[in-house]
């Protein structure tokens, strides 16, 4: 199976047992600051087991994106080196809130992997650890579903202290916790490895396939286990690694996920897919890098911006290794789209960004990656044993700007180690430095403190004069930045737009005579406005005097945007009710992303309804009006406030139409809706239980959105020789006609492979009373070579075949083993043979085995070993 079919049968799985399909949520945790990144299925569902929450469904599942390469769960270092660990990954995983507890979730898990309507994976493969003193889960799992005793396993307390448990879960050191089991699959014993609990349980071949989790208890500071009155259950099944075992592979970057990945990366980066620790790598870090930017992350030098910037500078490092010129990492957006679009269409709306967003910081990177090489080599040449000094480690990241795992890869491909105690005391030495000369103090990975105000003059324009208050470098407050450098420049007043609201803060640039500072971002820390950037000429000093100058276009194009949000949550009170509540929002001078509440997705006549309402404000052309006042005042006239922002007693009030739209909001926006010029909806979809997401465009982009739409209409209808007109009518003929040829190509193969069976059973030879046939079929795919072996093994009696073929190019293999003989003779064994000869790989059951490769002029050498096989396994 394909993994995005066992996506599928996953959910429909737990759907048809009366769960409630709920989306994957969005990777930055929404309202939760103990969380870096969404890490599990369970993250979006937190308040739901803490009773903080109560939605209308009791059972739900999902497909959660999740990524771990930061705080507690950081697999970073791992990734590359190991055929599991990936910086993002896939949880699929089923959920109850006080409804079912253990004994449906291990049927339920049970009944999925093993039916045959389902997975069917082998039981005999499969094994089952419980928490050591679980005996309710053990005499289920033994007395019930069946399990050997033999294949069961009590883990106890083996992370050294009371619960400390391989195999009991716990949210935090107090609140929801419990006992888990876990299911193990057994990948063979040609892999390294012994069961779980034993010395070689680290090995690859007992991989964990799924967790389940039974909260029912409350842990309490005093360390009691209080019995919690609705237990609840929480499961997990990685998407990768159950793929790796539907597709008898021992890798999860083996699987279908990775493959367009893995030869993307190659082609990019301009080597040959060998199998390499660095080429996994970088098709790992695509994943997260992507998945990250489409949800809103940007590159930066603090919290989740800093881990983006780490992944993308490990991915550019490896490519480097393997031979890259250039920027190349970008490049392979659009295979991860391709792979992972359908099923998260985020990454299709956000392609032309995340390809921006990386090439960019790319370039940025090699700047700096050149000379800091040049630097560690040096260091390196000179180095008196195999630790690299903290000094040499602090100086590549204070200077070059190289996170510590960076060094630390490079250390690792030359069997050294880091001082990472000495590093540690260099950045604490730095901090004693900051602290000493500012008044301003800086944490860094968390926000910035200052005790100052920034004055916003934007509402008046894009220019203005400020001084330099403070200034930032790598997290710590500094006197001045140099030319080439980057920085956090602090204003007492300044024109730029600070991030807030939905809206993204401002770009543009500093400047004054000899210096340019480029702001690539502004941020908000209290009253303090933060322009991030880089010193492109010149040098910033405390107390310098600035002309500050926003991109005016950027801005203009950000204002339409955020005006027609507002109309656009107007709208949508009007068409869907007043239950409609901003969720979030997202406007920059691309487009316009805004959440909001709501129980179904938006009909057609909907959505139409709400582009006519807000286009018709836009041809109204009403000034836009702002009012100072205070909060209860804004109140009384009805404003709205949006989403996630906090407000003082003196507010502002932004009212478009009149009344149409009245709305409390900092932002910067047109001066009359008629500025917006037109608005179209482009995408609307489900994000989370009850919340919905509509994108859309306004002015040139909307245009420019309806004239592709209307040259793809176009070009359409040529292909089908039809017009504008009629070509849904000519499309539907194709496609059917499409469908109808492709039913009876079937039909011919079927018949095909059934004449090709009747022609070839009398080819066999017998070898020890074994029927055994090897022959070559081109052009059959493997669902008919399989169909056909099936039949051989009918006709023939007690037999092993293999047949073969190439098909587009490559070597398709199919073998088969009567279920006599699998006890001396095993069809996986014959693929593996077969398939290596052939410059590939395969693998499968003991009756039932497939494969290919790549050198079809091998392939008759390898259908020739069949006999020996045979005469040496019997």
């Not at 100052?452 to 403070?470: D, I, K």
């Not at 129980?599 to 309804?609: C, D, G, H, R």
């Not at 006599?820 to 790989?841: C, F, I, N, P, S």
């Amino acid at each position: 199976m394909k993994s995005a079919e066992i996506r599928e049968a996953f959910l429909r799985f737990f759907e048809e047992q009366g769960h409630t399909r709920v989306a994957s949520s969005s990777l930055i945790p929404a309202n939760d600051p103990t969380l870096l990144f969404t890490n599990a299925g369970m993250n979006q569902f937190k308040d739901c087991f803490l009773g903080l929450e109560k939605r209308a469904y009791t059972r739900a599942t999902s497909s959660q994106k999740c990524v771990r390469a930061g705080g507690k769960h950081n697999d970073l270092e791992n990734v590359g080196y190991t055929a599991r660990h990936h910086t993002f990954f896939e949880m699929l995983g089923n959920f109850s809130f006080g409804d079912y507890f253990k004994r449906d979730a291990i049927n339920y898990a049970w009944t999925f992997l093993t039916s045959d309507k389902w997975l069917n994976l082998p039981k005999e493969k499969l094994w089952v650890t419980v928490y050591a003193s679980d005996d309710e889960a053990y005499d289920i799992w033994t007395q019930e579903i069946g399990v050997p005793e033999a294949h069961m396993v009590r883990i106890g307390d083996n992370k050294g202290a009371p619960y400390a448990s391989d195999n009991f879960w716990a949210m935090g050191d107090t609140g929801p916790c419990g006992p888990c089991t876990e299911i193990f699959f057994d990948h063979g014993e040609h892999i390294w490895g012994g069961p779980p609990g034993s010395p070689e349980e680290d090995g690859d071949r007992y991989i964990e396939i799924w967790n389940n989790v039974f909260m029912q208890f409350n842990r309490t500071a005093d360390g009691v286990m209080h019995p919690l009155p609705a237990p609840s259950v929480d499961t997990g099944m990685g998407l990768e690694r159950i793929s790796a075992v539907l597709q008898h592979v021992n890798s999860n970057y083996e699987v279908d996920l990775f493959q367009s990945l893995l030869n993307a990366a190659a082609k990019a980066i301009g080597c040959v897919n060998e199998d390499q620790a660095s080429l996994k790598v970088v098709a790992d870090h695509i994943r997260s890098c992507g998945f990250l930017i489409a949800d809103g992350v940007i590159p930066s030098n603090e919290g989740r911006g800093y881990v983006l910037r780490r992944i993308i500078r490990r991915a550019c490092r490896h490519g480097n290794k393997l031979g890259a010129k250039g920027s190349f990492f970008y490049q392979i957006v659009g295979a991860l789209v391709a792979e992972m679009g359908a099923a998260f269409p985020e990454l299709q709306q956000q392609q032309a960004q995340i390809e921006r967003v990386l090439k960019t910081e790319e370039e940025q990177f090699a700047k700096t990656l050149e000379q800091g090489l040049k630097i560690l080599e040096q260091d390196l040449a000179e180095l008196q044993g195999t630790v690299i000094p903290g000094e040499v480690i602090f100086k590549l990241y204070d200077t070059f700007g190289f996170p510590m795992d960076l060094t630390g890869d490079i250390a690792r491909e030359r069997e050294l180690t880091l001082d990472e105690a000495g590093f540690e005391r260099e950045m604490d030495a730095q901090r004693v430095r900051a602290r000493s000369a500012s008044a301003f103090g800086m944490d860094y990975n968390s926000l910035v403190k200052i005790d100052s105000e920034t004055r916003f003059l934007g509402y008046e324009g894009t220019q203005g004069q400020g001084s330099v208050v403070a200034l930032f470098k790598a997290g710590e407050a500094v006197e001045q930045l140099q030319e080439g450098e980057e920085g956090v420049v602090v204003l007492d007043q300044t024109p730029f737009y600070a991030e807030s609201g939905g809206q993204v803060g401002d770009s543009g640039y500093l400047c004054a005579t000899g210096l340019r500072f480029e702001v690539r971002d502004t941020t908000k820390a209290g009253g303090a406005f933060l322009h991030h950037g880089i010193v492109a000429a010149g040098g910033l000093k405390l107390g310098a005097s600035v002309t500050a100058e926003v991109n005016a276009n950027v801005r203009r194009a950000t204002g339409l945007n955020h005006s027609a949000t507002h109309l656009l949550h107007a709208a949508l009170r009007q068409v869907l009710g007043e239950h409609v509540q901003q969720k979030g929002s997202l406007v920059d001078s691309q487009r316009l992303r805004f959440d909001f509440s709501h129980f179904e997705p938006i009909k057609p006549e909907q959505l139409k309804a709400l582009e006519e309402i807000v286009n018709a404000q836009v041809r109204k052309n009403s000034a836009v009006e702002t009012l100072e006042t205070d909060i209860e005042t804004a109140k009384a006239r009805g404003a709205m406030a949006l989403f996630g922002e906090k407000y003082g007693d003196n507010v502002r009030v932004l009212s478009m139409g009149g009344d149409f739209s009245v709305e409390l909001c900092g932002g910067t926006h047109v001066s009359r809706t008629g500025d917006i010029a037109l608005f179209k909806i482009t995408s609307e979809g489900g994000v989370a239980a009850g919340v919905r997401r509509i994108e859309a465009l306004t002015g040139a982009a909307a245009l420019a959105y309806l004239n592709d739409a209307q040259e793809q209409l176009k070009e359409a209808a040529q292909l089908v020789k039809g017009t504008r007109d009629n070509v849904l009518d000519k499309l539907s003929a194709v496609l059917e006609r499409n469908r109808q040829l492709e039913k009876e190509l079937e039909q011919l193969k079927a018949k095909a492979a059934s004449a090709a069976g009747d022609d070839m059973s009398g080819a066999a030879i017998e070898i020890k009373g074994v029927k055994v046939l090897a022959a070559r079929l081109d052009g059959l795919d493997g669902k008919a070579l399989l169909a056909l072996v099936d039949q051989l093994k009918n006709k023939l009696g007690r037999a092993v075949i293999l047949l073969g073929g190439v098909l587009d190019d490559k070597v398709v293999l199919v073998a088969g083993v009567t279920q006599d003989l699998t006890g001396q003779l095993k069809a996986g064994d014959l693929m593996r043979q077969a398939a290596a000869a052939v410059g590939g790989k395969g693998g499968g059951r003991p009756d039932m085995a497939q494969g290919g490769g790549v050198d079809a002029s091998a392939l008759d050498a390898a259908l020739a070993l069949t006999a020996s096989f045979v005469e040496q396994g019997l």
